[in-house]
Structure formats: structure tokens, C-alpha cells
């Protein structure tokens, strides 16, 4: 149980900080306050603890420290991969991405069309994949970067990212992968899958908002996104978020050594409560694929229901969850990515998903599917 009267099923939105890791903090807003660029040792002092954490990051995905670049949060990330992809790429105006991706990436693809730039979204398949054979066919000779997210936010569907940056090599264009969703809850290895960028959100995985890094791989061009004094090794400007950068670099250890639990306990929690539920609550469907997804993610559909109205009931019972369904200008649009999935629009705005985190218990579960029934069946007599 989250909080006093909390169950919470939205850890893909955002987790609980770690105990561990807001100790770890603590002393960089009282005592080690100093400017880690400074050149005194109370600097100094600070500067070390910073290098400490970034090689802490930097492993919980097999990279070397020098290529971690710390930013603000996984947006400013996916926007500084692609900004860099582009402008040292000046000769090419296209960057190739999927349907299903995350705002930060759609927004920001729209915002670049504005500019003369060229944004081609791939199509998925009903179970969420893609077609590799079409990836590869839609990589042109000015194709700057093709940027596809690891694991979708909503479907939990994992995409086989070494397969497609390899493809992505072959035809000449740099890979960039928004691995938001992943970290903490399957091994990374940017050896192995040879991504040339990959974007990571701290709050995600136990530690604050606010703090997120970029990988870039020895060699692959950047240029910086933010814009300022040297910090970063000259890669982004803007004097370093010491607290926030000491608490990633702790909840990367602790992800480490939690990530066997995320893939049996929390795993066994989720499969438990989906499959509880697609038996017991009658004309209701997963969304997405059944096995390449992540451990702790499920994504239903309650035929003939209102997602937003079970949203809130559920929330008067101190249920957390949430729907792929955003709010524009008053009215409920279908999620991006059902859609994309070719969910028609009532599914897709029937659809609730609830992704689980280490915290979640059996007894968080046991109160979801004792309340969870006699919602839906609430909301189905007065329809």
C-alpha cells in the first residue's frame, strides 16, 4: 500500500522516492550545498559525489561514466537526442519514429515539421509491434535518426531494440531509443543493442522528478540542447542539480539490485490481478501483446464503460490508475496509441491501465479485484 488509504496502480506515471534515496540526498541540501564547478574543495567535495553517481548510471545501463550527460527529466532528453541528430546532420532533414510513441517525442516532431523538417510515423501492429521489414524500407539516404521507444508507457509492449538498431546501422541512420520505461525493470546493456542515444527519467525508478540523463555513445555526434556554462563536459549548460543527480545515482543501485524482483514477484502480482480480472469481469480484453511487455504493466478494456467514470470511482476507494486518454478543450480524446493499435474509439476510451511497482503487495492486489468488480458492474447498469 502506497500511503494512508492509497492503492496505487500508476507506477509507469511516476513511483514512491525510496527511503534510501532520499537519504542519500539529505545532506546536499543542508551541508554539501557548494557548487560542484567550483574549484575549492567544498566544490570539490561535491563535484566527487556527482562523478560517483554518474558512474552508478552509467552502469545501471553498461555505459562508460563520460557518456551519461545528466538533463532535467526523459523529455529534455528525447528532445536533446533529437536536436543533436539533426543540426551535426545538417544534409539531412528526416527523422523516421512510431505512432505509439510518447508526447515528448510527437510534440516535439510537430514542432520540428514547422521548421522544414521531415517526421515519418511508422504504423504498429494490433499487438503493438512493428514491422521491421517496413523500418528498414522507410530508412531514406537523408534520414538523420530513427527514434523508437523501448517500451510503450501504456501497452507495456517491449519493442526488440537490438534488432532495430542494428537495422537502423546498416542503413547509415543513428539510433535513438526512449528507454523511460524500461530501467529498473529489464537489464539495459547499450553494448549489446548498440543505441547511439538512449533516454532515461529518474522518477521512473524510485528517485525524484526532475533529473533524467541522456546516453550518448563514444563517437555519436551531439551537439548541446541547453545552451550555457561548461558543465556536463560541455555537453549542458546550467549548474548541476547536486541533490537530484546523488539521488538517480542511488536509485540506480538500488534498481540493480531490485530488478529480479520486478521480474518474478511483481511480475507473478500482475499476471495474478490480469488474469483475475479477465476471468472474473465479463466482456473485458487485454490491449497488446501478452508476452513481450514489460513485468508490471497492464492495459484492459471494460466493454461498454467510460474509463474517466471508473477512474474516479475508483479513486473515491483510494484506487490510483490511470487511462492513455488525455483532456483537450473539454472534451476525451481516445489514446494515441490504442488507437494506433486499431482499437476502435469506445475501447480505447473504456481502456484503464495499471502498472505495478515494487512497493505494490498482495494485499494491494486483493483490494483492486474485491472493489473492481462491483465498480464495473455499477457502471455498466447505468449505461
Same mark, same amino acid.
Given at each position: ?208 522528478? !526532475? ?5 550518448? *555513445?563514444? $563517437?555519436?555526434?551531439?551537439? %548541446? #540542447?541547453? =545552451? @550555457? !556554462? ?5 555537453? *549542458?549548460? $546550467?549548474?548541476?542539480?547536486? %541533490? #537530484?543527480? =546523488? @539521488? ?136
Amino acid at each position: 500500500m502506497a500511503g494512508d488509504n492509497i492503492y496505487y496502480f500508476d507506477n509507469n506515471a511516476t513511483t514512491r522516492i525510496a527511503e534510501e534515496v532520499i537519504e542519500s540526498m539529505m545532506p546536499f541540501f543542508t551541508d554539501l550545498w557548494g557548487n560542484a564547478s567550483a574549484a575549492y574543495r567544498f566544490g570539490t567535495d561535491v563535484s566527487r559525489s556527482i562523478r560517483y553517481a554518474r558512474a552508478k548510471v552509467a552502469e545501471l545501463v553498461a555505459a562508460e561514466p563520460e557518456e551519461i550527460i545528466f538533463t532535467s527529466c526523459g523529455t529534455e532528453s528525447n528532445n536533446a537526442a533529437w536536436q543533436g541528430a539533426l543540426f551535426t546532420q545538417p544534409g539531412k532533414k528526416h527523422i523516421l519514429t512510431t505512432a505509439v510513441e510518447h508526447s515528448a517525442n510527437m510534440k516535439f516532431g510537430d514542432h520540428l515539421k514547422k521548421r522544414g523538417y521531415e517526421v515519418t510515423s511508422l504504423p504498429v501492429e494490433s499487438d503493438g509491434s512493428i514491422d521491421l521489414h517496413l523500418l528498414e524500407k522507410s530508412i531514406r539516404p537523408d534520414t538523420a535518426l530513427v527514434s523508437i521507444m523501448w517500451a510503450n508507457n501504456e501497452t507495456g509492449v517491449v519493442l526488440p531494440i537490438e534488432e532495430i538498431a542494428a537495422i537502423a546501422r546498416s542503413r547509415g541512420a543513428l539510433f535513438h531509443t526512449d528507454a523511460v520505461q524500461v530501467a529498473g525493470k529489464m537489464n539495459i546493456d547499450v553494448r549489446l543493442t548498440r543505441v547511439d542515444y538512449l533516454s532515461l527519467s529518474a522518477h521512473k525508478l524510485h528517485a525524484p522528478k !526532475g533529473i533524467g540523463c541522456l546516453f550518448v *555513445r563514444k $563517437g555519436a555526434p551531439f551537439t %548541446p #540542447y541547453v =545552451v @550555457g !556554462g561548461g558543465q556536463e563536459r560541455g555537453c *549542458r549548460g $546550467g549548474t548541476e542539480n547536486v %541533490p #537530484y543527480i =546523488v @539521488g538517480f545515482g542511488r536509485a540506480a543501485e538500488l534498481a540493480m539490485a531490485s530488478i529480479t524482483e520486478e521480474n518474478t514477484r511483481v511480475r507473478d502480482l500482475r499476471d495474478r490481478m490480469e488474469n483475475t480480472i479477465l476471468d472474473t469481469i465479463p466482456r473485458t480484453s487485454r490491449n497488446g501483446a501478452r508476452a513481450s511487455r514489460l513485468p508490471n504493466t497492464s492495459n484492459l478494456a471494460f466493454h461498454g464503460v467510460e474509463a474517466e467514470a471508473l477512474l474516479l470511482m475508483l479513486d473515491r476507494a483510494g484506487i490510483c490508475a490511470a487511462t492513455g486518454s488525455a483532456c483537450k478543450t473539454g472534451s476525451i480524446e481516445p489514446s494515441h496509441v490504442l488507437t494506433a493499435m486499431g482499437l476502435r474509439s469506445d475501447l480505447a476510451k473504456a481502456s484503464m491501465r495499471l502498472s505495478l511497482g515494487i512497493y505494490n503487495t498482495h494485499e494491494d492486489v486483493d483490494f483492486l479485484l474485491e472493489k473492481l468488480p462491483e465498480i464495473i458492474s455499477k457502471l455498466r447498469d447505468e449505461e
